[in-house]
């Protein structure tokens, strides 16, 4: 299959028609996975084994106010060991789901509660931390949405969870999981893209309604490069965060674990449609369609306001922060020789037949001692090199940083930062949460062959 789109397929579902199917297990409720089946591609093809959160692809939509706690019961039906990181919620080290860091696997037919405080409003997600390149690209995803104690007034306030799939012939997952191919290039790269488990989702709208859309890009390895028409606003936070001032929504690039929330109205004329439309290499192509029937208002909302921020720490001077560097190296094209693995150096070539393409500071398993072992409170400034022919979308566990642009200038606070092929990036951050946070590549199958490191905190 290749990527297209097909118009008016199908009927469109409403936003909101995804009711959260709670199944409880005791009195909390449970996020089981398990295989299921979907119908992923055109209603033509057979529907597709997946593996996914209470019988949904996309799993339910976890929605909590800010300052409340989220308490799901994982319950792993799946035929191997699983966890589940909650992308971008600075919770407590014991709740990052991540194997060997944070907690042990879950075995299959066994279960685990998770238990946190959200301090954060915003737009998040959930995945499985274990094999990760495997289970995300089967379907195990979700979005965590955490609302403002005073959300901003919209008519409608939408999630977009987009997933991108390797479908064979006969719409089956395409079983090359973790191949080294993959892992050497741009990841795990699909042929079938989803808006929320639809192949061609929209949603009926009116003109001058606004809304909010939440984008989360939970693909493996695809970056998104997104337009907007008939539709008008500002970019309102990124990977959860609130922007201090609401941005112009250009180009909008979204790495894999990504987030984008946009305050739009619809501007398009009745009877005409607001997409966003995605660029890809041989033109771009809709990605989500808001067909516009009757008026909500006689003229847009105009001027979108910032977000409430978020109680991130402001980072002050980095004249004494603990500094560190990063050297990416590896992949096709790249120059890498040898890595240490699990402390031993390993020719490359042996790297390959271990499935290993990357290293990072010249190690390429999970290192024993970490990157950073910064005090509680610290700020930390990291210079990253990316000395590869790839794009890598770094994400931090547990924090928010900013990146620290060439002049010295802040970014916008983020989770995951795209770092373009050769060339450089810095972020800065106030070290605020203890105990040991991975930092990864979050195109997963790079993350699975070298391109993950961990910092300590406090
Ligand atoms: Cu969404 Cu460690 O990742
Ligand atoms: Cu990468």
Do not use: K
């Amino acid at each position: 299959m290749v990527v297209s789109r097909r118009r008016f397929l199908g009927t469109a579902l409403a936003a909101g028609a995804f009711p959260a199917m709670v199944r409880s297990a005791g009195d909390i409720e449970s996020l089981r996975a398990a295989p299921f089946v979907a119908q992923l591609a055109p209603e033509d093809y057979p529907a597709t084994p997946v593996w996914a959160y209470e019988g949904r692809v996309p799993g339910p939509e976890i929605r909590v106010r800010q300052g409340e706690r989220v308490i799901r019961r994982l319950v792993n039906d799946l035929p191997q060991p699983t966890t589940i990181h909650w992308h971008g919620v600075r919770l407590a080290n014991g709740m990052d789901g991540v194997p060997d860091l944070t907690q042990s696997v879950i075995p299959p037919g066994e279960t685990f509660d998770y238990d946190f405080d959200v301090p954060d409003a915003g737009t998040f997600w959930y995945h499985p931390h274990h094999r990760t390149w495997e289970q995300l690209a089967r379907g195990l995803s979700g979005a965590l949405i955490v609302e403002e104690r005073r959300p901003p007034e919209t008519d409608a306030d939408i999630t977009l969870v987009i997933s991108d799939w390797r479908l064979a012939e006969d719409a089956s997952l395409h079983e090359s999981f973790g191949a080294l191919h993959d892992r050497a290039h741009g990841g795990r790269i699909g042929n079938w893209v989803t808006v929320n488990g639809e192949g061609n989702w929209s949603r009926a709208s009116r003109r001058n309604e606004r809304l909010r859309l939440r984008l989360i890009n939970t693909a493996n390895g695809r970056i998104f490069s997104l337009s907007l028409e008939g539709l008008a606003g500002s970019v309102v936070a990124l990977d959860g965060m609130p922007l201090e001032t609401p941005g112009v929504p250009g180009e909008i690039v979204l790495a894999p674990g990504q987030r984008v929330d946009l305050v739009l109205d619809v501007t398009a004329a009745e009877g005409g449609e607001a997409t966003i439309r995605s660029r890809e290499r041989d033109g771009t192509y809709v990605l989500a369609g808001f067909p516009v029937t009757g008026t909500a208002r006689s003229a847009p909302l105009g001027p979108v306001d910032a977000l409430p921020p978020n109680p991130v720490p402001a980072l002050g001077d980095l004249a004494g922060a603990r500094r560190a560097t990063l050297a990416m190296e590896g992949g096709a094209m790249g120059r890498l020789e040898a890595a240490l693995v699990d402390g031993a150096r390993v020719p490359i070539r042996e790297m390959a037949a271990q499935g290993l393409a990357w290293a990072m500071n010249g190690v390429a398993s999970l290192p024993e001692t970490p990157l950073l072992d910064v005090g509680l409170g610290e700020t930390v400034h990291l210079a990253m090199a990316n000395d590869t022919a790839w794009p890598h979308g770094m994400h931090l566990h547990g924090h928010h940083f900013r990146e620290v642009r060439p002049g010295g200038a802040f970014g916008p606070l983020r989770d995951t930062l795209l770092v373009a092929p050769r060339s450089a990036a810095e972020i800065a951050f106030v070290a605020d949460n203890p105990g040991d946070w991975l930092f990864h590549c979050h195109m997963v199958d790079h993350a699975a062959s070298g391109m993950t490191t961990w910092i300590r905190v406090g």
